[in-house]
């Protein structure tokens, strides 16, 4: 697998903080195996379904701008010029 999310690897810690059963959103159960991620929201333990998960990915992506090509391809523009 390539990149790992931060939530991803605070999870591998198994990090008693995380050991929620529910989506933090929905509070539909927590399956792993299924795609669902633990981790840290900033400094908030937290866990999110696929469902949500995908939702706060599409939200993000609107708040950013990201769903405009020009947008994102300036914001491909700044990662190139960083690396
Ligand atoms: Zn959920």
């Known amino acids: ?5 931060s939530m991803e690897r605070a999870a591998d810690a198994e ?6 059963e ?6 539909s159960p927590i399956d792993e195996e299924q795609g669902d991620i633990r981790g ?6 937290t866990c999110f379904c696929v469902w949500c ?5 599409d939200m993000v992506i609107q708040l950013n701008g990201f769903d405009d090509i020009d947008v994102l391809q300036e914001r491909i523009d700044e990662l190139k010029s960083e690396h």
């Open 22 to 27: 529910d989506c933090c959103v929905c509070k």
């Open 15 to 20: 990090d008693p903080n995380l050991n929620m």
């Open 53 to 57: 998960m995908s939702s706060i990915t």
């Open 1 to 5: 697998m390539g990149n790992r999310t």
């Open 40 to 45: 840290y929201f900033g400094i908030i333990p």
